[in-house]
């Protein structure tokens, strides 16, 4: 089946522009995640969401990122006024686990990434 | 808080000779335990993962790992290397530290394996 996609697989925007970095979870999966990979560093958790709502943003760097899920599907990663620090490549994954079933150890598959390059 | 170290940034290795990449963890609760493959310009796959069962751990592609607590080790290994294992490995380790779920995962660095001819 269908896994992880997210779109654009690379993106290259100037200092101070707004770019958006979409999402699509495997379907059925109810947990979505954001991760951030900086150059020969390890992927850093940015946030999670079950369902439609955010359940914990604590990775976020600033308020210059922002991320939405209003369907409890599609997820889309915001981030206003970029720096060149904000490049990295940016990695969704997502899970089955659902609310209420504890803490379900759900495997996390991951997309393969958007490559963001600020200029 | 949890952390991970891979001991390794880059391990080199010959075709058909053993694999082991090293991990140590911190966590102060029970951990979840995974090792993940990264291929150039594709995503990141899961190897393997420990949940407290059993501590030998076998993976896809003929890896496995062992969790030693005493030694908060994971290292990954494999008898023989093949071309194709040539990637960025990481190790990963998730414990009940966010609020009572084990949804974060924290990574290692990575180790880069290099098979040769």
């Known amino acids: 089946g269908a896994g992880v996609s997210q779109t654009p697989s690379n993106k290259v925007t100037e200092k101070g522009k707004y770019v958006e970095l979409r999402c699509d979870p495997i379907?059925?999966?109810?947990?979505l995640y954001w991760y951030r990979q900086s150059l020969g560093q390890g992927p850093e958790f940015l946030i999670y969401f079950q369902g439609t709502g955010a359940a914990d943003d604590s990775g976020l760097p600033n308020d210059r990122f922002f991320a939405v899920r209003p369907e409890g599907s599609v997820s889309t990663l915001k981030i206003q006024r970029t720096e060149r620090g904000d490049s990295a490549v940016y990695l969704c994954a997502s899970s089955l686990r659902a609310l209420g079933q504890g803490t379900v150890r759900d495997t996390q598959y991951f997309g393969p990434g958007t490559r963001l390059t600020v200029l | 808080a949890q952390s991970v170290t891979q001991l390794d940034s880059h391990v080199s290795v010959s075709e058909g000779t053993p694999v082991l990449l090293r991990c140590n963890y911190s966590s102060s609760y029970s951990p979840s335990l995974f090792w993940y493959v990264q291929h150039p310009n594709k995503g990141l796959q899961l190897l393997l993962k420990y949940t407290s069962a059993a501590t030998l751990v076998k993976g896809i592609n003929g890896f496995e790992a062992e969790f030693k607590k005493s030694e908060t080790s994971f290292h990954l290994t494999k008898p023989s290397a093949h071309m194709s294992d040539a990637a960025e490995y990481f190790c990963?380790?998730?414990?009940?530290?966010?609020?009572?779920?084990?949804?974060?995962?924290?990574f290692g660095k990575g180790t880069l394996l290099t098979v040769n001819p």
């Open positions: 990963v380790v998730s414990d009940q530290s966010s609020g009572g779920s084990n949804y974060k995962l924290t």
């Open positions: 379907s059925g999966h109810t947990a």
